[in-house]
């Protein structure tokens, strides 16, 4: 069993792209980072990023993948737990060559994994930052209240508003993302930032990644706190999964705070069910 680590991003898309093309739903997140490196840039994120893919043998078939963008931790693909285990070792014992590791996203048995090996062997302890569950689209429902208003795509006169909104929701998320206004112009111009109106005024905002492997993504789904408990956030998530399935997405995904019941009452209330449950976890020395 090996795992082989790389800086180049063509040979990791040759290697593992077509295990995370099989498996788009659970492999959602390394997916879209891949095209997003591709599209912008191996500096989009910060420093360039670190990759990674697992066989079982030299020659045998790709059984897990990750990728490292700063200042993130390892993103992990779909993975058996003792795979993510055997990575944690393998960084460890690369020390700095490749990667500097502050934390592991993945599905929870693989981080979980990820992380025992890992605090083993450093010395380190780890911490649960946030818990998410990821939805895919069964049946598309409408909102059992409709609010009042419509939706539209955002255009280059909503920029500061979404540029606003952005920086808003990745504080309450506790994410960091190194150039807001540069996914936000993107999101833009691939038609793929959605905005529910209410009387002529932005009240929601939802974002759509490009479909890959027939998947797209919802998200981030965004409510000014000013306008909260009204059906606006649920709307424009409708409205944006309804528009990618009409562009030719086969998989609708989204990820829902486990934090939240809310969320995860809603979205179930739209069409959207459980796939699987997913931690980001932070490590720390003791």
Request: aromatic letters at 8%; glycine letters at 12%; hydrophobic letters at 45%.
């Amino acid at each position: 069993m090996t795992w082989t680590l790389s800086a180049s991003l063509d040979e990791f898309r040759d290697q593992a792209g077509a295990f995370l093309a099989a498996h788009p739903a659970e492999n959602t997140v390394l997916l879209t980072i891949a095209h997003r490196l591709a599209e912008s840039g191996l500096t989009v994120f910060g420093e360039p990023p670190v990759f990674g893919w697992w066989r079982p043998e030299e020659g045998g078939p790709v059984g897990g993948a990750f990728v490292q963008t700063s200042p993130s931790g390892p993103r992990l693909s779909l993975m058996r737990p003792a795979v993510a285990a055997e990575l944690a070792v393998e960084l460890a014992a690369a020390g700095t060559e490749f990667t500097t590791v502050a934390g592991v996203g993945g599905g929870v048995g693989p981080a979980r994994a990820f992380a025992a090996a890992w605090t083993a062997a450093t010395g380190t302890e780890h911490s649960v930052r946030f818990g998410q569950r990821l939805y895919r689209l069964a049946e598309s429902a409408d909102p059992p209240r409709p609010p009042a208003g419509r939706h539209r795509l955002a255009g280059p006169a909503d920029r500061a508003l979404a540029v606003r909104w952005y920086e808003e929701f990745l504080a309450e998320v506790g994410v960091e993302l190194a150039d807001v206004p540069r996914a936000v112009d993107q999101r833009i111009a691939d038609g793929a930032l959605h905005l529910w109106e209410d009387g002529g005024r932005p009240v929601a905002m939802a974002g759509s990644s490009v479909i890959l492997a027939g998947m797209s993504r919802i998200g981030p789904v965004y409510t000014p706190a000013e306008s909260r408990g009204r059906g606006y956030g649920t709307a424009v998530t409708a409205a944006a999964s309804a528009r990618v399935r009409s562009l030719g997405a086969a998989e609708v995904l989204l990820y829902t705070d486990l934090a939240n019941p809310t969320s995860n009452s809603i979205y179930q209330q739209i069409g959207f069910r459980p796939v699987e449950d997913s931690l980001v976890l932070d490590f720390r020395r003791g």
